[in-house]
């Protein structure tokens, strides 16, 4: 079945660049994503990107896609106290991202003042 | 702001009860999911409605149903409620992909609900 990791937490200092890595294991993913969750709040959608490209950039956000290795990252640079949330990888199955979603558990980041 | 809300916002019940939970989706919005969140986990599929008619589901049990109205709102209702049901209830809501809609799914706030 599908099955999405990720490190359980990662802190940095602000200022400098954090890396959330995820690996998963279905190879027919359409599309992967990147959502963050900060404490009591729901899911916000910071990024995707599909599975034929192997980079995006969106402001701060770098995201990196390995298909051969089925590794995706998320760079921040420039990480604020503001990022500190939980970063949840995700991927798609279906022909289209309206399919469901199949998350990781989701890596605490920690960004010290 | 996604444009997806949810009510309530928390809900305490007893073991055996009922819950409906509501959610509203964008204007446009034709798909919406419904995922569980557990404490410390990532939210899992439970299922999804597209056009009001069940279009996949997780590995919920029958007593989690749904229902999806053509007012862009919908239900998810589980009876006989049990302790490992409490959790974070999320819902997601998609664009009609024949309009050229993106394919992300948006989320709402979620409805907290704690079983005792």
């Known amino acids: 079945g599908e099955d999405v990791e990720q490190s359980l937490f990662l802190s940095v200092r602000e200022g400098d660049s954090s890396v959330i890595n995820c690996t998963y294991t279905d190879s027919s993913s359409t599309y992967l994503y990147w959502y963050k969750q900060e404490p009591g709040a729901g899911l916000q959608l910071l990024t995707y990107i599909f599975s034929n490209m192997d980079m995006k950039q969106d402001q701060r956000l770098t995201v990196l896609l390995n298909k051969k290795d089925k590794h995706l990252s998320l760079r921040i640079a420039d990480t604020q106290t503001g990022d500190s949330a939980i970063y949840f990888c995700a991927e798609s199955l279906g022909q289209t991202g309206a399919n469901n979603l199949f998350f990781g558990t989701g890596t605490r980041l920690t960004v010290i003042p | 702001e996604t444009g997806v809300t949810q009510s309530p916002t928390h809900l305490i019940k007893t073991r055996g009860q009922q819950v409906t939970l509501r959610c509203s989706s964008q204007s446009g919005h034709n798909t919406v999911s419904w995922y569980q969140q557990a404490l410390g986990q990532g939210p899992q599929f439970i299922f999804q409605y597209y056009r009001e008619e069940e279009n996949g589901r997780g590995n919920f049990p029958p007593r989690f149903s749904g229902l999806q109205f053509p007012n862009y709102s919908s239900e998810l209702n589980v009876n006989a409620l049990e302790l490992d049901d409490s959790a974070l209830y999320l819902c997601?809501?998609?664009?009609?992909?024949?309009?050229?809609?993106?394919?992300?799914?948006?989320f709402g706030p979620g409805t907290r609900l704690t079983v005792l």
């Open positions: 997601a809501s998609s664009p009609d992909q024949s309009s050229g809609g993106t394919d992300t799914q948006y």
